[in-house]
């Protein structure tokens, strides 16, 4: 679980493969190669589905003063994800997705989320959250209220550009893994004293965000009781609110001042085969 920002253990990993960088962007990806076993077929998997290419894809558009990478890297025994703004990069570790895989359905959740969803869904959402942390450094944006929350804002609010039928299975996918984590959470001194909110926190601000984003298409969230209706009533407004946030902070650090629905939706194309 994300619980801490691991700033500077990214100058620890290993070296592994040069990054590859695309001509046009500043974004570089870097898949390194893992040493152990269990850590080949992930490795291979995200290679394979060309995950990073698909999310530098997305990032094309951001005018970013200086590199970032976005690093697919084994950890040792770290189940886990950060944002590192000494070497700007985005690490996701290959042990954090094998949890995913540990985590998921063997086929089908109760709810109807794939096991396929239940991976590519939180691969999609931890890689944007450290993004967010990463623009709000290299673009200097302003961040009122917890850096932990604006970066699931950011998050969620470039998923949710997806059409809602598209969004719908990675918004599934994450809120089923953060549903396994918060399942195991307590609200200890530790857990309340956290720069996170409590993951049952953050999965009903996903939710709420999806909803209000289009409450037609997300309407089932309310119906099976997945989100309160005390909270699901005030959903539109919240997610106005985020998206004109993040509308007015990015807009003149993006080409075109938005990231096209059309660019997303090709961004993620990994996640959907
Ligand atoms: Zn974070």
Redesign the pocket.
């Known amino acids: 679980m994300?619980r801490a920002?691991l700033i500077g253990l990214a100058l620890a990993l290993p070296a592994g493969a040069a990054p590859s960088t695309a001509a046009a962007s500043r974004v570089r990806i870097d898949y390194v190669v893992p040493r152990a076993a269990a850590m080949q077929e992930i490795y291979r998997d995200m290679k394979g589905r060309r995950v990073l290419e698909g999310l530098r894809d997305i990032l094309s558009v951001v005018r970013l003063p200086r590199p970032l990478t976005l690093r697919l890297s084994e950890c040792g025994s770290e189940a886990n994800a950060w944002y590192a703004p000494e070497t700007r990069s985005v690490t996701v570790c290959y042990e954090y997705i094998q949890d995913m895989h540990a985590r998921a359905p063997q086929e089908t959740s109760p709810t109807g989320v794939t096991r396929h969803e239940a991976i590519v869904g939180p691969i999609a959402q931890v890689f944007l959250?450290?993004t967010g942390?990463a623009l709000f450094h290299l673009l200097d944006v302003p961040v009122l209220g917890r850096e932990?929350d604006a970066?699931d804002q950011f998050a969620a609010l470039v998923l949710l550009r997806l059409r809602a039928s598209q969004a719908r299975p990675i918004i599934d996918g994450s809120a089923f893994l953060m549903g396994s984590y918060a399942r195991e959470e307590t609200a200890d001194r530790e857990a309340l004293a956290d720069d996170?909110g409590l993951v049952q926190q953050r999965l009903y601000n996903l939710l709420c965000l999806a909803y209000g984003s289009d409450r037609r298409a997300f309407r089932y969230l309310v119906e099976r009781g997945d989100l309160p209706e005390e909270r699901a009533r005030g959903c539109a407004a919240e997610h106005d609110q985020a998206a004109f946030a993040l509308d007015r902070l990015f807009r003149r650090h993006l080409q075109g001042g938005r990231i096209a629905r059309d660019r997303v939706r090709r961004g993620f194309r990994w996640a959907y085969r």
């Open positions: 994300i920002l959250h450290e942390h932990e970066a996170h």
